[in-house]
């Protein structure tokens, strides 16, 4: 079983409209998690970090962690053609340095 | 601020030649470090952290070795590069044990 699941996609959005990405992790110990965003050819970079059950909101992004379903999601409010990347969902867990990553979803968000 | 660098940006290699990436980070101490590796059209997969000098911590046995010379120098490193080591090396660091990591811009190795 993989720590950490996403759907591979691709996830197609029009402009403007939502797009909602998951996550699912097996480690129940697992105490932080992150979401990332990697264009073509690039390096991850931290959109998000979530480390309690809720909602955290940063402008258009929302992360929202379920402890308790092992689920981790991002919504993308207002999506843009700039949003257009792979998101990649990545798991600490606390008895770990190590941090673990799903193999991203594909995102594409059409003019 | 903090900043990682890691060279080179791309690297072609034949098969059974040497590997040294180097990775290094600037405005923090006793970072923790990691390696991870990208395939194409594929996750990130975590090969080598390290919590400190000379603490290697391995996920994945193979062809690969890491070494952490210096606080804030992480090396990777092959004696004889297969085919199937091409891909997108990745060097990042980390403050805590619940903060997120902080990418370089990566190494394109490929194998011929």
């Known amino acids: 079983q993989k720590e950490v699941e996403q759907n591979s996609g691709p996830l197609s959005v029009p402009e403007g409209a939502i797009a909602s990405l998951n996550c699912t992790y097996s480690?129940?110990?697992?105490?932080?998690f992150f979401w990332y965003r990697q264009y073509s050819g690039k390096s991850p970079e931290l959109i998000m970090s979530?480390?309690?059950?809720g909602d955290k909101e940063d402008g258009r992004f929302t992360a929202q962690l379920n402890k308790a379903s092992q689920y981790v999601s991002l919504l993308i409010r207002d999506s843009q053609p700039s949003d257009s990347a792979t998101y990649l969902c990545a798991v600490k867990s606390r008895n770990n340095n190590d941090m673990r990553f799903g193999a991203g979803t594909r995102l594409t968000v059409k003019p | 601020s903090q900043t990682i660098h890691q060279w080179p940006a791309t690297l072609v290699q034949p098969v059974g030649s040497p590997l040294s990436l180097e990775c290094t980070v600037e405005g923090t101490s006793n970072p923790n470090l990691y390696w991870y590796r990208q395939a194409a059209g594929r996750g990130l997969q975590l090969l080598f952290y390290s919590v400190g000098i000379g603490q290697i911590s391995s996920e994945v046995p193979q062809n690969l070795s890491a070494s952490r010379p210096q606080d804030r120098q992480f090396i990777l490193s092959s004696k004889k590069l297969l085919l199937s080591d091409s891909g997108f090396y990745l060097c990042?660091?980390?403050?805590?044990?619940?903060?997120?990591?902080?990418f370089g811009n990566g190494t394109r190795l490929t194998v011929t």
């Open positions: 480690d129940r110990v697992s105490q932080s």
């Open positions: 990042a660091w980390s403050v805590q044990e619940n903060s997120p990591l902080h």
């Open positions: 979530i480390y309690s059950n």
